[in-house]
């Protein structure tokens, strides 16, 4: 029985490592649609001073400020922007709530809630990837 030589079998393994690769890395040339499409949406009972901070279309940080709940944005963020956060606090009525929840292409990707103690409450969605 004659055994491969030691150049034919490092040229087999390439042949084999390439065809692994190249296999591994499907291109997606068909992204799900919406997906760069982010919306951030809060709601509960709060009433009073609430700080918003997250990602603007572009990635830059954006700070604004509300007084009451409802709230929601929607963002299509640009290719560039590669995750996205948010954060809010504010202060109000100790047993106020307030629920965040992020959907990414229309599908909810999380949900937070917190109740206000000590005047005080906080809530933040994870940060994800796009």
């Known amino acids: 029985m004659k055994f491969m030589s030691k150049r034919n079998l490092m040229q087999?393994?390439?042949v084999l490592m390439l065809t692994f690769s190249l296999l591994a890395c499907k291109k997606d040339d068909d992204p799900a649609p919406g997906g760069r499409e982010v919306k951030f949406?809060?709601?509960?009972n709060v009433?009073?001073?609430?700080?918003?901070v997250y990602p603007d279309?572009?990635?830059a940080q954006k700070s604004e400020i509300i007084t009451s709940l409802p709230w929601s944005k929607t963002l299509t963020y640009e290719s560039s922007v590669n995750t996205v956060y948010f954060?809010?606090?504010?202060?109000?009525?100790?047993g106020q709530t307030a629920t965040l929840?992020?959907?990414?292409?229309?599908?909810?990707?999380?949900?937070?809630?917190?109740?206000?103690?000590?005047?005080?409450?906080?809530?933040?969605?994870?940060?994800?990837?796009?």
């Open 12 to 14: 087999v393994f390439a």
């Open 47 to 52: 009433v009073g001073t609430i700080a918003l």
């Open 87 to 94: 954060s809010c606090s504010g202060n109000g009525t100790n």
């Open 41 to 44: 949406e809060l709601t509960g």
């Open 57 to 59: 279309a572009n990635g």
């Open 101 to 130: 929840k992020v959907y990414v292409g229309g599908k909810e990707k999380s949900s937070n809630s917190s109740t206000i103690t000590n005047i005080f409450f906080s809530v933040n969605a994870p940060t994800f990837s796009l």
